[in-house]
């Protein structure tokens, strides 16, 4: 707690002002003015609160000491342990721009088109449930600086004769790319940061930790090296298109198929250790049973991302009435004998079956977590290397299809019986109709269990960070 | 007196029955059953035309069936025929022999195909664009369930009515096709909406590198450049003229067209739809 000197309450960061201000006197204070003891710059550490859910393991840290009463990863309203620890600080932190107003209005107006989603997630109550969290980033600077020599050709055709002319091309570098930002929390999943961001770095001001009053932050746990390859990537293909741009080499095409490492010899691309950096997230947890769902606006931009379930009551009414304008369409354009309904409903179960397998794919990558780098850092940081590398894209093994429920099996059936029909041909239209009956069964039931994997798709796994205090049984 | 009018060729054909009752005395049943039956309505010039070459109607039958296809030739021409032997498939045999019988000219025709165990209505000119495909499919649709009980006068019966309904400017029962479509409906509503459903719930995409970069503080100079040439290739590679001609060529072969059948080619009008039996 950061005490007004005017009246000893609690100071806390006013985003409007972009100062630290007073509750009771409205005293407003410049954050850097206002320091403990053990906030001095030359300090590598600072002073936090840690509290631990007992539910999950998830930890956010603050600079107040008051209780915190839900947990803002799995959503459990539960009295958070609390304990000071030290805590290493940050370079640079981006303050939050938009208020708590601005964020709620923000994800209003996402939710204003998301018209099946639940009521509750629309729900003032829950809405109002939108905490700032910082979330820690490492920010990568990449620097290249030297002579640079590439390859070239030129192909062209005179008469019968096939040219290619080849070139040496050269220059002198001098590129610059800093603050490539990294979410370093395994708790902040990676498929959220990427949807919120990108935040902009040229707001970016030097940490202070009375910038925290009044907001949580939370721990970074994931190597800086994780991420270290894919900003030395995207700096090198950067640099070499911009070197392709250049109007002496545009009728030339450079055939430098280097690799990684051999391209950043010739860029002389060098990446130092990056920055801690901790940048504003609104963030909110909706929990439903055993899942949870998140919701986050970027506290600076005012960009949303969020989980957003489908309610099955909502999209059958919806259903039903767009199967109205169909139907009229139908009965305008076509007149469709039984058989040709079959063979329809057919492909559509077809088409549903594959949807179907196409989303469970989905959802067992992400309740998995296999393409959140963080996570699979955490994870399985023994089995991996520092990059983690070996967890990302790897096939989903088909028992894992099987785990996530048999709503494939209508369209399936669906599809046997229309088969079955076509192959038995009879003659009454009572048994194509009742195929395309079947089929209608199939696809919808198909469709409703894809809606529900869906629903798992929109929401999350509860987290366990198997962090020290971390217990689902809790 | 409307009523009166109509059924003054009804009369003339029962008349016309009754007046030469020497003729049918001296055949045989069997002969009196292949007799097709001919009736030209003398206000439009449209005829009647019923042939039972598959002997499926009794007398008493083809003759009220004769009777009760006058009201369409009002529209156009009316054929009724059943056959016991076809080498072709029933939709083809039923345009070919309407324009056998009636060229181009206005008209339908019901046509019973025990060989491909069918029934299929075909019609031609004006009376085509009422008794469209879709709705000689329905009435064959709501009618095939005779043919299957043997009931082959009923079939026909209802058809004509039916088109004769059509004609008249009524409409006709089409439960299979609501049926057939509310099912369609609902699955490709259930398909729709759960994309719109999807769309509508979808975040914005992960940013695209150039965002990225846009938010970062960037610098890149590239001083002088240099070009130099290092080395020439020389490859003989001839333009060939033949290469791209030779696809082009596949369409002047073989042109099959569905319509070119048995007949002479030309252009074929009308058509229809059927129902297996």
Same mark, same amino acid.
């Not at chain 2, 002997?55 to 069936?65: A, I």
């Not at chain 2, 026909?156 to 009515?161: D, E, G, T």
């Not at chain 2, 008249?168 to 089409?174: E, L, M, S, T």
């Given at each position: 707690?950061?005490?007004?000197?005017?009246?000893?309450?609690?100071?806390?960061?006013?985003?409007?002002?972009?100062?630290?201000?007073?509750?009771?006197?409205?005293?407003?204070?410049?954050?850097?003015?206002?320091?403990?003891?053990?906030? =001095?710059?030359?300090?590598?550490?600072?002073?936090?609160?840690?509290?631990?859910?007992?539910?999950?393991?998830?930890?956010?840290?603050?600079?107040?000491?008051?209780?915190?009463?839900?947990?803002?990863?799995?959503?459990?309203?539960?009295?958070?342990?609390?304990?000071?620890?030290?805590?290493?600080?940050?370079?640079?932190?981006?303050?939050?721009?938009?208020?708590? =107003?601005?964020?709620?209005?923000?994800?209003?107006?996402?939710?204003?088109?998301?018209?099946?989603?639940?009521?509750?997630?629309?729900?003032?109550?829950?809405?109002?449930?939108?905490?700032?969290?910082?979330?820690?980033?490492?920010?990568?600077?990449?620097?290249?600086?030297?002579?640079?020599?590439?390859?070239?050709?030129?192909?062209?055709?005179?008469?019968?004769?096939?040219?290619?002319?080849?070139?040496?091309?050269?220059?002198?570098?001098?590129?610059?790319?800093?603050?490539?930002?990294?979410?370093?929390?395994?708790?902040?999943?990676?498929?959220?940061?990427?949807?919120?961001?990108?935040?902009?770095?040229?707001?970016?001001?030097?940490?202070?930790?009375?910038?925290?009053?009044?907001?949580?932050?939370?721990?970074?746990?994931?190597?800086?090296?994780?991420?270290?390859?894919?900003?030395?990537?995207?700096?090198?293909?950067?640099?070499?298109?911009?070197?392709?741009?250049?109007?002496?080499?545009?009728?030339?095409?450079?055939?430098?198929?280097?690799?990684?490492?051999?391209?950043?010899?010739?860029?002389?691309?060098?990446?130092?250790?990056?920055?801690?950096?901790?940048?504003?997230?609104?963030?909110?947890?909706?929990?439903?049973?055993?899942?949870? =769902?998140?919701?986050?606006?970027?506290?600076?931009?005012?960009?949303?991302?969020?989980?957003?379930?489908?309610?099955?009551?909502?999209?059958?009414?919806?259903?039903?009435?767009?199967?109205?304008?169909?139907? !009229?369409?139908?009965?305008?354009?076509?007149?469709?004998?039984?058989?040709?309904?079959?063979?329809?409903?057919?492909? !559509?179960?077809?088409?549903?079956?594959?949807?179907?397998?196409?989303?469970?794919?989905?959802?067992?990558?992400?309740?998995?977590?296999?393409?959140?780098?963080?996570?699979?850092?955490?994870?399985?940081?023994?089995?991996?290397?520092?990059?983690?590398?070996?967890?990302?894209?790897?096939?989903?093994?088909?028992?894992?299809?099987?785990?996530?429920?048999?709503?494939?099996?209508?369209?399936?059936?669906?599809?046997?019986?229309?088969?079955?029909?076509?192959?038995?041909?009879?003659?009454?239209?009572?048994?194509?109709?009742?195929?395309?009956?079947?089929?209608?069964?199939?696809?919808?039931?198909?469709?409703?269990?894809?809606?529900?994997?869906?629903?798992?798709?929109?929401?999350?796994?509860?987290?366990?960070?198997?962090?020290?205090?971390?217990?689902?049984?809790? | 007196?409307?009523?009166?009018?109509?059924?003054?060729?009804?009369?003339?054909?029962?008349?016309?029955?009754?007046?030469?009752?020497?003729?049918?005395?001296?055949?045989?049943?069997?002969?009196?059953?292949?007799?097709? +039956?001919?009736?030209?309505?003398?206000?439009?010039?449209?005829?009647?035309?019923?042939?039972?070459?598959?002997?499926?109607?009794?007398?008493?039958?083809?003759?009220?069936?004769?009777?009760?296809?006058?009201?369409?030739?009002?529209?156009?021409?009316?054929?009724?025929?059943?056959?016991?032997?076809?080498?072709?498939?029933?939709?083809?045999?039923?345009?070919?022999?309407?324009?056998?019988?009636?060229?181009?000219?206005?008209?339908?025709?019901?046509?019973?195909?025990?060989?491909?165990?069918?029934?299929? +209505?075909?019609?031609?000119?004006?009376?085509?664009?009422?008794?469209?495909?879709?709705?000689?499919?329905?009435?064959?649709?709501?009618?095939?369930?005779?043919?299957?009980?043997?009931?082959?006068?009923?079939?026909?019966?209802?058809?004509?009515?039916?088109?004769?309904?059509?004609?008249?400017?009524?409409?006709?029962?089409?439960?299979?096709?609501?049926?057939?479509?509310?099912?369609?409906?609902?699955?490709?509503?259930?398909?729709?909406?759960?994309?719109?459903?999807?769309?509508?719930?979808?975040?914005?995409?992960?940013?695209?590198?150039?965002?990225?970069?846009?938010?970062?503080?960037?610098?890149?100079?590239?001083?002088?450049?240099?070009?130099?040439?290092?080395?020439?290739?020389?490859?003989?590679?001839?333009?060939?003229?033949?290469?791209?001609?030779?696809?082009?060529?596949?369409?002047?072969?073989?042109?099959?067209?569905?319509?070119?059948?048995?007949?002479?080619?030309?252009?074929?009008?009308?058509?229809?739809?059927?129902?297996?039996?």
């Amino acid at each position: 707690m950061y005490e007004c000197p005017n009246c000893g309450g609690n100071l806390k960061f006013d985003i409007a002002t972009q100062q630290l201000k007073c509750d009771y006197c409205l005293t407003q204070k410049d954050p850097y003015e206002i320091t403990k003891e053990k906030d =001095a710059e030359e300090n590598n550490l600072f002073d936090v609160t840690v509290f631990t859910c007992p539910q999950c393991g998830g930890e956010i840290l603050s600079t107040d000491t008051s209780i915190a009463e839900f947990c803002s990863f799995c959503g459990a309203s539960t009295i958070l342990t609390s304990r000071i620890r030290q805590e290493k600080r940050p370079s640079y932190i981006i303050p939050f721009q938009q208020t708590k =107003a601005a964020c709620k209005q923000a994800y209003i107006a996402k939710m204003r088109r998301a018209i099946f989603a639940p009521d509750e997630l629309k729900h003032e109550k829950y809405i109002d449930g939108f905490r700032g969290i910082y979330i820690p980033y490492w920010a990568y600077s990449v620097s290249q600086k030297g002579s640079v020599h590439l390859k070239g050709e030129k192909t062209y055709r005179k008469g019968d004769y096939v040219y290619t002319d080849h070139y040496d091309l050269s220059g002198d570098i001098d590129a610059g790319y800093h603050d490539l930002s990294y979410d370093a929390s395994s708790s902040f999943s990676d498929t959220i940061s990427e949807k919120i961001a990108p935040f902009d770095v040229k707001g970016t001001k030097r940490f202070t930790p009375s910038f925290l009053s009044g907001f949580y932050a939370d721990t970074a746990d994931v190597d800086s090296r994780l991420y270290r390859n894919d900003v030395i990537r995207l700096a090198n293909a950067t640099s070499l298109d911009a070197i392709r741009k250049q109007a002496e080499f545009r009728d030339v095409t450079i055939t430098d198929k280097k690799t990684a490492p051999s391209l950043s010899n010739t860029l002389h691309t060098v990446c130092p250790s990056p920055e801690r950096t901790l940048y504003p997230v609104w963030f909110m947890s909706y929990r439903k049973g055993d899942r949870v =769902a998140y919701a986050t606006v970027n506290g600076q931009t005012g960009k949303v991302a969020a989980d957003i379930p489908i309610d099955i009551r909502k999209y059958l009414l919806g259903t039903i009435l767009l199967a109205l304008p169909v139907f !009229l369409l139908l009965n305008f354009l076509f007149t469709f004998k039984p058989a040709f309904t079959l063979v329809l409903s057919l492909l !559509l179960a077809v088409f549903t079956l594959v949807l179907y397998l196409v989303e469970i794919n989905q959802i067992c990558r992400q309740d998995l977590r296999t393409e959140d780098r963080g996570f699979q850092f955490k994870q399985f940081s023994n089995e991996t290397d520092s990059e983690g590398k070996n967890h990302g894209k790897e096939k989903i093994p088909p028992t894992e299809f099987l785990k996530y429920g048999k709503g494939f099996l209508g369209s399936l059936i669906a599809i046997l019986l229309a088969i079955w029909i076509f192959i038995f041909n009879p003659v009454s239209d009572l048994w194509y109709y009742g195929g395309a009956i079947a089929s209608l069964a199939g696809v919808l039931s198909t469709v409703m269990a894809i809606i529900q994997k869906y629903n798992v798709l929109a929401t999350r796994k509860l987290p366990q960070f198997d962090r020290k205090g971390g217990d689902d049984r809790a | 007196m409307l009523k009166r009018i109509k059924k003054i060729p009804l009369i003339l054909l029962l008349i016309g029955c009754f007046c030469f009752p020497q003729t049918v005395h001296a055949e045989t049943e069997d002969e009196l059953a292949l007799d097709p +039956i001919v009736w030209e309505n003398p206000e439009t010039g449209y005829k009647v035309f019923l042939e039972d070459d598959a002997q499926l109607l009794s007398p008493e039958n083809r003759t009220q069936l004769a009777a009760e296809m006058q009201q369409i030739t009002a529209y156009g021409n009316v054929v009724f025929k059943s056959i016991s032997y076809n080498s072709y498939s029933a939709s083809f045999y039923a345009g070919d022999f309407y324009h056998d019988t009636f060229g181009q000219s206005s008209g339908t025709l019901f046509l019973i195909d025990m060989d491909n165990r069918e029934i299929y +209505i075909f019609s031609d000119g004006a009376v085509y664009k009422t008794i469209t495909t879709s709705y000689a499919n329905t009435i064959t649709d709501n009618v095939y369930g005779y043919a299957s009980r043997g009931d082959y006068y009923g079939c026909a019966s209802n058809a004509y009515q039916q088109i004769h309904s059509l004609l008249a400017g009524r409409k006709i029962a089409q439960p299979m096709k609501y049926i057939n479509n509310a099912l369609l409906a609902l699955i490709f509503a259930a398909l729709i909406n759960y994309f719109l459903a999807k769309l509508l719930s979808a975040n914005a995409a992960k940013p695209s590198s150039s965002e990225i970069l846009s938010a970062i503080s960037t610098k890149f100079t590239f001083s002088n450049p240099r070009k130099q040439k290092i080395s020439q290739d020389k490859i003989y590679r001839p333009l060939s003229s033949s290469s791209s001609s030779s696809s082009s060529h596949h369409s002047s072969g073989s042109h099959r067209s569905s319509g070119s059948h048995r007949s002479s080619g030309g252009h074929r009008s009308g058509g229809g739809g059927g129902h297996r039996f």
